[in-house]
């Protein structure tokens, strides 16, 4: 069978799957709808919070992305676990004891101000389209190339799946699919993983063979190998880095902070019955994703040594079928620019004759190596899958951001519950459309977008939320005026740096690098964006009235595990 | 016996004692091993990677999960000590 059988067989079945559950897993009530009716178990709640994090960024961009920086692609990998380790430790427990429906329900009851949680729900809605704008890209990325489908149709196809059982299940139908999404996604990322690595290691577990020898009995080496490479055409060594020390450092940490402060995966913690599965569920969350992520290196390091290997210097008539059908979809270029119909691929501009798009290294790569049609559909599949989840989650938010935060807090308070619910399936089903438009019309590549992301989240939620639980004191005009000045510093400098918008659009961003404050880049500036936002916080906090006494009893209240059930009944 | 309030203050301490030992050691592995030092790291090998190049890209996050279940563990032990861990049944549903 063709790999196009294989993924009308395989999509179709994954997808059929979804809407079963979400028919199953209907929201009758607006707890359903927000929190999943709060009962959800912690391997559940893990399995989902996993699926919910890694998107169309983690699976399709992230090892294309490692292929192409190598050492530097470790800032994801460290900042998008490491993040993980703070919301665990410094967030979810004490947001569970909170026990409420959303990120702004916690920002709106602890600064006890509309104008606090309005400020919250604009970050919110911010942060989650930045986010969602690459994953229904992805999507479309997917069903272009496997299906050949026009990329908008893609679009367009994924749309109408999330609907689905975003509008009729909201987070009970998004967190059943999540958890079967989870699985199809894990798999198809694992399965090719495993066979390149036995492939080119005689290793089975991708981890290990990333720092084995060759099996071609050289004894050499796989990274020693893929340093050698690279020298040899002109690009730094594999396992060291072009980026300075201070911006690795900056987006690492941006990217860490990021994490803990999305609302989407913060709410997914509302689900759980306790603060003892909030924890726990976030070590396992962790546990499942660490299993990608640390695949993801593996494949990096197999996917370009095997791709230097196919295309350096070879004739272009020889190419394999996997090289036109990619140069169909316009991801993959070849431009003989000494016409002698080899391909040079070496860092120097002038000369380079191949460019590849980071996104297709993950997708392309089971093709490289050859590997049986159905695997290739599989990794489809997954990828969808990946997006689709993230995009669920992310839709979430934006729709109880709205119906929950909005409207029946501050315009609306004597909303009927039905009536909020048929709000919060109205915003979603917007939100979905706003969503396909900005896939279709794309603002760049899947994970600089997204990275943009975390910073827009590191400069507004995380100190708000972190002082809000550990300083008891924290007052709201250090926290709004905080968040104000965060985000604000963060929007602005990516504007300014990386859509170049304040000196003639695009094409200026090269030559704006040296302006770069500090040396840090527009993805790690949520680093410092989110410093001022403490500073900023901490200083209004000084000169104006402490917070009333129920606040800060709010406050001790939260910091004792015991009791949670019943806060979610309020 | 304590007071709530007393009690309340003494699990809150050592809890943060917890935070700021395991915060420690995940500031120590990433930006310690992964970046900062990763140069002074990467001098030794094991099996075919650089040392530091292995903690950014692999060691790091091994040890983040391992934090993350010693802090479940040590939180669940402080909750039994002090009597905070739910285990009131008829808070469940």
Redesign the interface.
Known sequence: MSVQTWTFIIVGLTFALYIGIAIWSKASSTKDFYVAGG?VSPWANGMATAADWMSAASFISMAGI?AFAG?D??VY??GW??G???L???LA?YLRKFGKFTVPDFIGDRYYSKTARIVAVVCAIIVSFTYVAGQMRGVGVVFSRFLEVDINLGVVIGMIIVLFYAVLGGMKGITYTQVAQYCVLIFAFMVPAIFISIQMTGNPVP??G????LADGSGT????KLNGLSTELGFSEY?NGTKS?MD??AI??ALMVGTAGLPHVIIRFFTV????DA??S??IA??LI?IL??TA?AVAVFAKTNLLNTVSDQPYAEMPEWFKNWEDTGLLTFEDKNQNGTIQYVANPELNELTVDRDIMVLANPEIANLPAWVIALVAAGGLAAALSTAAGLLLVISSSISHDLIKKVFNPKISEKGELTAARISAAVAVVIAGYFGINPPGFVAAVVALAFGLAAASFFPAIVLGIFYKKMNKEGAITGMIVGISLMLFYMLKFKFGIFDGGKEAVEGLKDQWWFGISPEGFGTIAMIVNFVVSLTVNAFTQSPPQEVQEIV?DI????????ALEK | MKSQKTKAKAYWRQNLIYLFVLLFIWFAVSYGAGILFKEELDQFQIGGFKLGFWFAQQGSIYVFVILIFVYVYLMNRLDAKYGFNDTNKSETP
């Open positions: 009962g490692i050492y692609g470790s990998l460290m676990t490491g993980y380790v703070l665990a430790l410094l427990p981890q290990v990333m720092g084995s020898t080496y796989l990274l020693e396992t020390k690795v450092f690492t940490f019955k306790r603060v003892r924890r726990k976030a070590g962790l546990l660490a992520y640390t290196p001790e910091r004792i595990p015991s009791g949670a059930g019943k």
